[in-house]
């Protein structure tokens, strides 16, 4: 502490006219310490583990924060292959492409295949509407 109060007054002194809110307390060491290294959480991207798996192997209570089991009325995005979604749809819809192969500019493809916000809009309204109706899909 008595050194953050040592950074204080030096801040101070340097600059007698600084505003209250801009003076630090960190020394530049514990400032790159907090900013840069606490913040260093990139790891790397297991390239062969799909996002499912990766989700599964996560606690219980995540997961279920996450999808909580009470809302039902669900909406899973994938721009590619649904397989695999139909467990976290639940009641609700899966927006993915069914089809491949399609050449063009990338949101001129998405259009041509359907893969649009209108789409998951309409989803979204689908699924709340079967949900709150009592059906199923």
């Not at 502490?1 to 960190?26: F, K, N, R």
């Not at 669900?74 to 649904?82: K, L």
């Not at 976290?88 to 359907?114: C, K, M, N, Q, W």
Request: glycine share 6%.
């Amino acid at each position: 502490m008595a050194g953050h109060l040592q950074v204080l007054l030096d801040e101070i002194v340097s600059d007698p006219e600084c505003p209250i809110e801009q003076l630090q307390l960190l020394s530049k060491s514990e400032r790159h310490q907090i900013i840069e290294l606490f913040n260093a959480t990139q790891a790397p991207y297991p390239q062969e583990t799909l996002i499912q798996e990766l989700f599964e192997e996560q606690a219980l209570g995540y997961r279920e924060q996450v999808i909580p089991p009470s809302v039902r009325a669900r909406v899973c995005v994938e721009a590619a292959s649904p397989v695999g979604w139909e467990r976290y749809a639940g009641d609700g819809e899966i927006v993915a492409l069914d089809r491949f192969g399609a050449s063009a500019p990338g949101a001129t493809v998405l259009e041509h295949l359907g893969f649009t916000p209108q789409r998951v809009a309409d989803a979204a309204s689908d699924a709340l509407s079967r949900i709150t109706q009592g059906a199923s899909p």
